[in-house]
């Protein structure tokens, strides 16, 4: 059992916090969405990138949605005294900080799964060389001059 402050005003930061990791989350679900219509992403439509990357984003949105309602139970509703509304109130507690967990480690899949996304639509292959590149440049001022 995790022992968190009973202070509101660290379960609103955690709302906070578990809000914006959710809305980075969502924007790059969004940024994906976008991707899909674009002609580049024919590279990596028929691998495992996309979903996997969709699962994470999606799993970490589910996750930021459970912890930021765990957060508003403890901030809003009053344990009374009653031994029930206490093991809910502690039960959330640690719902709360377990699903925040959750939350970054899915948010930090997601960000890898986007390095991935981005490195297999832009790779490099056949991509000039710096001495090709310097040759080229002469060959150009080489006809310029001319």
Known sequence: MLIVADDPSFHFNLITVNA????FLYTNYSLLLGLLDNSIVEKVKNTKIISKRNSHILKGIIYATVSVIAGLYL???PTNGSKFLHAIYCFMQNAEISFMAFLIFYFLLSLKEMSVLVGAIHNDKG???DKEIKELK???QSKQNQ
């Not at 914006?20 to 809305?23: H, M, Y």
């Open 127 to 129: 991509a000039k060389t």
């Open 75 to 77: 901030v809003l509703v």
């Open 138 to 140: 002469e060959k150009i």
């Open 20 to 23: 914006l990791f959710g809305g």
